[in-house]
């Protein structure tokens, strides 16, 4: 009998407000040989809004996810859309990590030509912007609109919901986006929703992506591909106390 795989869903933000949400959101593509457990980093920003948030809770992001390949787990989900401290993990962890954008943006490209990116605030706007380009996608990539509104405020998933039907729909009327992107992994309980809304009004079927969803179940194909970073590309780093 294989042993079951073991999946981390690393938070990198110093509360655990948004656990139960996060594992709400991954629920229903958790395979039944999958385990889960969830860790958050113990000091840094609580919400990461801003380049500077992102940027301070990017080491112990590495440290908690070099902490977790030692206690066995076969692959990390980080559950931030902006990838927070992915990049420098991979320089020190053996296993994969994935974060939010690229398992959203190539999920996307896979069932349209075209996606736009629905954030949550201003401040979002730029950091997320540069995503399509580092991936090389820009051609794809028609344009992002922020809902004004806070990670703190993502509970409130009625308003959430109107507000990302509201952007979705100017992204798709005026900008030509052919699928949606959720730039916050604290969009919960809203995808399918405003899906089915933009179907109701347009009378066609728009994909919109949950990079929980998306981001997880990647994941974990990896981990059944047992593949895992290129050293070619990330050089192994030794992290100094």
Known sequence: MNNPIRICVLVPVAISRYNPRIMTAIGPVVPPDVQVE?????QGHPDIENRLNW????????ELAQSIEKEGFDGVWLTDFDMCGVEAAREVIDIPII?????????????????????????????????????GIEDDFASIHAIDCPVAQLEN??????????????????DGAQSILLGCTGFV???ARVSAMLEE??????????????????????????????????SKSCLQA
Do not use: C, W
């Not at 998933?157 to 100017?170: C, G, P, Q, Y």
């Open 38 to 42: 969830v860790r958050n980093i113990t």
């Open 157 to 174: 998933v009625d308003i959430v919901v109107m507000r990302t039907f509201e952007a979705s729909m100017k992204a798709i009327r005026e």
């Open 99 to 135: 974060g939010g954008f690229p398992a959203s943006a190539f999920s996307a490209l896979a069932l349209s030509q075209r996606f736009s990116i629905i954030t949550i605030t201003q401040s979002t706007l730029a950091m997320q912007r540069a995503h399509p380009q580092t991936y």
């Open 189 to 191: 309980d809203v995808a």
């Open 55 to 62: 940027l301070r809770n990017g080491i112990p992001v590495v």
């Open 201 to 234: 009004s347009l009378g066609i079927y728009v994909p919109v992506i949950d990079p929980n969803q998306a981001g997880f179940s990647f994941l974990v194909s990896l981990v059944r591909m047992k593949v895992r970073p290129s050293r070619l590309t990330y």
